[in-house]
């Protein structure tokens, strides 16, 4: 049984997230609420969800499950029953796992709820800080967006985007959805497709299954490795051009690179793949207008259109829909003329 907080309080005082004196890597999280008589015959956890709004009703279950949040003195169950009045005390301490600093980064959000975030990527962002890449990235953006993604590794993104590629990327707010997330990534439960422009013109559909690892003498790029890890990109034919082919490509895996690397294996290389792209293929009679389009389109006309997975707490699904960005549907648009 958890001790008494010192000071009943007779209404709810907001929150507030201060650095540990004694460790710059923890957060220290304090609270003392007293229930309002409204919230009688409501569920815990969800009486707390509408006090508290600024934590996600996953992250309030963990703390009264851990007993960091008591009851009157007491640890409780998120399933209990309240009746108004009750003394809630809230002593939390989280780890920051991210030292980067939040920037106000325009993010275009596809879905949001308490417990995730589905963010449209715009090609050129780069995901996560590195070397030469500490400011300006997706990652200082959530951070601005949301706080509280700083305890999470990576800000909560579940899965990444290469800098070039445009489109759908999943974010967790929470470490529960987090877990639940990567978990469902791991077992292949989140749908992605992807849009892909490609040099050539594929007869039908076709599945690649063919193992991927690092290059054997390039560092930086991956390659078709009999000893590689599996992956599995099925494809399917979208809209056909004179000498090339807009392809939907569904993954069944994640590894990096693994669509770029899988088209080219199958000598259709998507264009502008500084990459794996190889030589520019013009078409037979292109206009001058679509030759300077595709010289001019310098990164990978590769974009994450669609995004479905089970809501990490409610289980309903979520199915999110990136359109295409201006510069691809202007290249499929000369392409189409």
Not at 6 to 31: G, K, M, Q, Y
Not at 169 to 190: C, F, G, M, Y
Not at 274 to 287: D, F, I, K, M
Request: charged share 25%; net charge neutral.
């Amino acid at each position: 049984m958890a001790g008494l907080c010192a000071l009943p309080v007779r209404r709810a005082i907001a929150v507030t997230d201060v650095e540990h004196s004694a460790n710059p890597e923890l957060r220290a999280i304090d609270a003392d609420l007293r229930l309002p008589t409204s919230v009688a015959g409501q569920r815990l956890d969800g009486a707390l969800a509408a006090l508290l709004p600024e934590h996600s009703r996953a992250r309030l279950q963990r703390w009264i499950s851990d007993g960091v949040l008591t009851v009157d003195g007491a640890t409780a169950r998120p399933r209990d029953r309240v009746r108004g009045g009750e003394q809630v005390c809230l002593r939390a301490t989280e780890q920051i796992r991210v030292d980067d600093e939040p920037e106000a980064i325009s993010l275009d959000l596809l879905h949001q709820d308490d417990d995730c975030l589905v963010i449209n990527k715009a090609a050129g962002l780069v995901v996560h800080p590195g070397a030469g890449n500490r400011t300006g990235t997706l990652v200082n953006g959530l951070l601005a967006l949301d706080p509280q993604l700083a305890v999470l590794p990576r800000a909560g993104i579940v899965h990444r985007l290469d800098k070039e590629t445009s489109g759908a990327l999943l974010v967790a707010r929470n470490a529960e959805a987090h877990h639940v997330l990567t978990d469902a990534l791991a077992r292949r439960d989140i749908e992605r497709e992807y849009l892909a422009l490609v040099q050539g013109e594929p007869v039908s559909g076709f599945t690649v299954d063919q193992p991927l690892d690092r290059h054997p003498t390039d560092r930086l790029r991956r390659a078709v490795r009999e000893n590689g890890r599996p992956a599995v990109t099925h494809v399917r034919i979208e809209h056909r051009f004179n000498g090339y082919t807009l392809l939907r490509c569904k993954l069944e895996t994640g590894r990096t690179h693994q669509i770029r690397v899988h088209l080219a294996h199958m000598r259709l290389p998507i264009v502008g793949d500084q990459v794996y792209g190889g030589r520019l293929r013009l078409p037979a009679g292109a206009s001058e207008e679509l030759i300077a389009g595709l010289r001019g389109f310098r990164r990978q006309a590769l974009h994450a259109e669609t995004l479905a997975f089970a809501q990490p707490v409610s289980g309903e699904r979520v199915a999110a829909h990136a359109p295409l960005p201006d510069d691809m549907r202007a290249l499929l648009k000369l392409l189409a003329a």
